[in-house]
């Protein structure tokens, strides 16, 4: 099982970036797909999630309006679009990929987003 983000890069505030977390050897469909970030000297912290079934999305209200979490089931990825990036949401962006109804947790190894004002 392995996730791999990509997709991270510098952008100018107002701008925006798509992040993709790739799965493979397993289907990211039947997981829950999470999106997090962490800021130097910051804990990490939850940005949004994608659920199963029927992909109902939720949000950290910091980013609520301007992120979107969505998934490609034919390449079994999942993307976070970003709008209107803030140099606030410079962080180094993780995904994490949880089946349900278990505590078992897969991490990426994360892409920077360094957003200038």
């Known amino acids: 099982v392995q996730l791999a983000e990509s997709g991270g890069g510098v952008a100018q505030g107002e701008g925006s970036l798509r992040l993709s977390c790739a799965a493979s050897?397993?289907?990211?469909?039947?997981?829950?797909i999470s999106w997090y970030r962490q800021a130097p000297g910051n804990e990490r912290e939850w940005v949004a999630t994608?659920?199963?079934?029927?992909?109902?999305?939720n949000y950290a209200e910091s980013v609520k309006g301007r992120f979107s979490i969505s998934r490609d089931n034919t390449d079994n990825v999942v993307n976070l679009e970003m709008i209107s990036l803030e140099p606030e949401d410079t962080a180094v962006y993780y995904c994490?990929?949880?089946?349900?109804?278990?505590?078992?947790?897969?991490w990426g190894q994360g892409t920077q987003v360094t957003v200038s004002s």
């Open positions: 994608i659920t199963i079934p029927g992909g109902i999305t």
């Open positions: 994490k990929a949880q089946p349900p109804f278990s505590s078992l947790t897969y």
């Open positions: 050897g397993f289907t990211s469909s039947r997981y829950y």
